[in-house]
């Protein structure tokens, strides 16, 4: 794990809520909101809508009406045209991307062509990495460090990282987004309320989280009082 580094910087923590009709009065301007039935009456009163699965009908819909962000999913996963048509349309300061990742995994071959005295194990990946996932979490193979960076390049301004940050090789794949995206990137937990999130802060580097529900009442105490000692 890397040394420890105390926050040079505010931590900022938004709630991402999971919307039915009867939370309505609840959603404030600064909770980003998961897609669904009847979002659109609150779509202009919150920081962002967050699409699963979501296609490009429905991210231009909720762009149309008022939502001051939406973060594409799957959709732009399958095709990065969305991205560039919908940043023309409404401006690269209302496209974000939503991105579940988790570790990729490392298969093994080998190889025997060189030599056929002698058979080589060759790993998929010689490094850790995160890849990015569909929305019903299949693997694709596409290692979101690269994947994200080539949204920004396409005007999308702001990322929403799901992640299980298990290990210190999590944490230093964190702190890697995190310096390649900066302020732009915000981590979302597990809805796991045992989630060590200052170490999330202290070694992921982590500045701006968004805590899912279930999950925010404990953790924005154990952080605040992190960093009130910090």
């Known amino acids: 794990m890397e040394q420890d580094v105390r926050p040079k910087s505010a931590v900022v923590v938004r709630l991402l809520k999971h919307f039915a009709p009867d939370d309505a009065a609840s959603i404030g301007p600064d909770d980003f909101v998961f897609d669904a039935p009847g979002v659109e009456s609150i779509a202009d ?9 979501g296609d490009e009908q429905r991210a231009a819909t909720l762009l149309g009406i008022g939502a001051p962000m939406v973060f594409l ?3 732009a996963l399958r095709d990065s045209t969305v991205v560039n048509r919908l940043v023309t349309a409404f401006g690269g300061e209302r496209i974000g991307i939503h991105a579940p990742v988790r570790r990729q995994t490392i298969s093994w071959s080998f190889e025997t062509v060189s030599n056929a005295d002698f058979k080589t194990v060759t790993p998929s990946n010689c490094e850790p990495a995160w890849e990015a996932l569909t929305a019903n979490g299949a693997s694709t193979g596409t290692l979101a460090a690269w994947w994200l960076v080539a949204m920004r390049d396409l005007g999308a301004t702001q990322f929403l990282v799901r992640t299980d940050i298990r ?3 999590d944490l230093n794949l964190c702190a890697d987004l995190v310096e ?3 302020d732009a990137l915000w981590l979302a937990p597990p809805a796991d309320p045992a989630v060590p999130l200052t170490d ?3 070694y992921g580097q982590v500045r701006r989280m968004a805590l899912i529900d279930d999950v925010a009442a404990s953790a ?3 952080l605040h009082e992190f960093l009130e000692a910090a």
């Open 200 to 202: 999330w802060v202290r």
């Open 180 to 182: 390649s995206l900066g």
């Open 45 to 53: 009163a919150c920081a962002g809508i967050v699409l699963t699965d």
């Open 73 to 75: 999913g799957e959709a």
């Open 220 to 222: 924005e105490l154990a």
């Open 167 to 169: 290990d210190d090789t």
